[in-house]
């Protein structure tokens, strides 16, 4: 009998939730002699920092965009972490079983480390060795040090070079936020910039494999596994414009729930975070707050797992009577008591809340008497209602980062009642998606007349940069010259500032911040 099958008892394995037999602790390991190419092509990576803690990732993948460049059997994997990089003193190890059932990855929680430190980390298997990689950990909650981090979006593989993430590396910042869109998983086009030929994910495999095209590129494994990432999804981990148990083309729900369970597992497997493993159809609880330093209260949301079904057709339109219905929600009711009380009971300087959508008001037609974008925040009137209700009773100025635009946009928040400036909404522009971009949305002096929130755009590829201070947050809009060819330029095409009375300001500077020939 098939001793994987031999049910004798239930033991849990150790940091995924999954309840595995007594009798797989008797499983024959993979023997790393029998490994002969590098398992550790897939880099390795760090996420969700705490002042003394972290979580690691790696994945044992000698081949990766083979499913059986590993054997079916698990395999044993050492973890280590100084804060040396030589690894000589002050040194912690363990070791973690990579299942073949999780395509071999290993992601282990770390703690009981120094807060507000560097740290150097690898893997072993057999006399295998992963690169080394980097990390600092979370400053003390009451550290007021300044935090510098970096948020990203909406990574096409087939659109262009990925130059921002070689950039973020090259700012040395605390942490990145990934406001989602990691992957797409639409089929190759052989008319993008670098198609890759595969087709359109639909099954767990189809999944594993568009995570290992993206992962194999160089900027981007070299920037996770110098940096610690804190991560959230948007639509194309899964399939365009999902929403809750649904996809845009009305597939019925037992049929799409097959490939969002699959888009879920594979995104659990390839992210370096510090969330359980869900069973299979179940719930990613990917909602966390995190505290870094005196000055952070990072608030993580997902606004696609909970939502209801896009109304109007799911287009830019008028906002029509089924949009306007009180019963539909853009978080569920858990995560939104989740916010509600996590932004009360915050103790940093700043809230910043990141998402996947922008979550303010964008009216695209000032004749008509509200056109909007079903897919965001606008197209849920009542949940967005609520959003900023909550935002605006915790007194605190708050700033929200997402992606999605495939633009950079500024906006200033003021609570609707009384005209109060309380903080700054923000949107991060693509890293390649959509091309090399322009200047400006062609509609922008359009999205202006009829949105007087609406304060700064650009169209660039590129990403935002983020100081945190203790009387201030300071915003530097960072644009690439091209995404399409190796030669290109680096710039700070705005520079924004959030201060403790709530007021944002921005003003262009289109500064050269370096060349890459």
């Given at each position: 009998m098939n001793r994987r099958r031999?049910?004798?008892?239930?033991?849990?394995?150790?940091?995924?939730?999954?309840?595995?037999?007594?009798?797989?602790?008797q499983l024959e390991r993979v023997k790393p002699e029998h490994i002969t190419e590098n398992p550790f092509s897939l880099g390795v990576a760090s996420g969700d920092p705490s002042a003394d803690g972290i979580s690691l990732w790696t994945q044992l993948a000698p081949d990766p965009m083979n499913r059986h460049s590993m054997p079916g059997k698990p395999a044993e994997v050492i973890w280590e972490v100084s804060s040396r990089h030589d690894f000589t003193t002050d040194r912690q190890s363990g070791t973690e079983t990579a299942w073949p059932e999780l395509a071999h990855t290993v992601k282990p929680r770390i703690r009981g480390l120094k807060a507000g430190a560097e740290y150097f980390y690898r893997f072993r298997f057999g006399n295998h060795e992963s690169r080394t990689g980097r990390f600092r950990t979370a400053p003390d909650k009451n550290d007021k040090r300044p935090v510098r981090f970096a948020v990203v979006s909406c990574n096409?593989?087939?659109?262009?070079?990925?130059?921002?993430?070689r950039h973020v590396l090259q700012d040395d910042v605390d942490f990145v936020f990934h406001a989602g869109d990691y992957i797409y998983e639409k089929a190759s086009r052989a008319d993008r910039m670098r198609p890759h030929g595969e087709p359109e994910c639909f099954s767990l495999d189809d999944y594993r494999r568009r995570y290992a095209l993206y992962r194999l590129d160089p900027d981007l494994q070299d920037l996770h596994a110098n940096t610690?990432?804190?991560?959230?999804?948007?639509?194309?981990?899964?399939?365009?414009?999902?929403?809750?148990?649904?996809?845009?083309?009305?597939?019925?729900?037992?049929?799409?729930?097959?490939?969002?369970?699959?888009a879920i597992q594979a995104y659990w497997e390839a992210m370096p975070f510090n969330i359980p493993q869900p069973l299979p159809g179940g719930e990613l609880k990917l909602y966390r707050s995190l505290q870094y330093g005196a000055h952070i209260d990072f608030?993580?949301?997902?606004?696609?797992?909970?939502?209801?079904?896009?109304?109007?057709?799911?287009?830019?339109?008028?906002?029509?009577?089924?949009?306007?219905?009180?019963s539909r929600t853009m978080l569920g009711?858990?995560?939104?008591?989740?916010?509600?009380?996590?932004?009360?009971?915050?103790?940093?300087?700043?809230?910043?809340?990141?998402?996947?959508?922008?979550?303010?008001?964008?009216?695209?037609?000032?004749?008509?008497?509200?056109?909007?974008?079903?897919?965001?925040?606008?197209?849920?009137?009542?949940?967005?209602?609520?959003?900023e209700k909550i935002l605006n009773d915790s007194g605190r100025v708050?700033?929200?980062?997402?992606?999605?635009?495939?633009?950079?946009?500024?906006?200033?928040?003021?609570?609707?009642?009384?005209?109060?400036?309380?903080?700054?909404?923000?949107?991060t522009t693509s890293v390649t998606?959509?091309?090399?971009?322009?200047?400006?949305?062609?509609?922008?002096?359009?999205?202006?007349?009829?949105?007087?929130?609406?304060?700064?755009?650009?169209?660039?590829?590129?990403?935002?940069?983020?100081?945190?201070?203790?009387?201030?947050?300071?915003?530097?809009?960072?644009?690439?010259?091209?995404?399409?060819?190796?030669?290109?330029?680096?710039?700070c095409a705005a520079e924004g500032t959030l201060t403790r009375d709530g007021r944002f300001s921005v003003h262009e500077v289109n500064r050269l911040i370096r060349e890459h020939v």
């Open positions: 031999f049910i004798i008892g239930s033991a849990m394995l150790a940091g995924t939730g999954i309840m595995l037999p007594v009798s797989a602790a096409r593989y087939e659109d262009g070079w990925f130059h921002a993430f610690a990432f804190i991560s959230t999804w948007d639509d194309h981990e899964v399939a365009g414009n999902w929403a809750g148990r649904a996809d845009k083309w009305d597939t019925p729900d037992r049929v799409f729930a097959w490939r969002r369970s699959a608030l993580v949301l997902d606004t696609r797992q909970y939502r209801s079904d896009q109304a109007c057709g799911d287009t830019t339109t008028l906002l029509c009577d089924g949009a306007r219905s009180t009711s858990r995560q939104t008591d989740w916010l509600r009380q996590t932004l009360n009971e915050g103790k940093a300087t700043w809230p910043i809340i990141g998402q996947q959508v922008p979550s303010f008001l964008m009216d695209y037609d000032p004749e008509e008497p509200l056109t909007v974008s079903m897919d965001k925040w606008d197209g849920y009137p009542a949940a967005q209602r609520e959003y708050c700033m929200t980062v997402a992606g999605d635009a495939h633009q950079h946009i500024a906006a200033q928040r003021r609570e609707a009642a009384t005209g109060q400036n309380v903080g700054a909404d923000l949107v998606s959509g091309g090399n971009g322009q200047e400006r949305d062609s509609a922008w002096g359009v999205l202006q007349a009829s949105n007087a929130n609406l304060q700064y755009n650009s169209r660039r590829r590129g990403y935002l940069l983020i100081n945190a201070q203790e009387n201030q947050l300071d915003v530097e809009f960072r644009t690439l010259s091209n995404i399409t060819e190796k030669a290109h330029q680096l710039f």
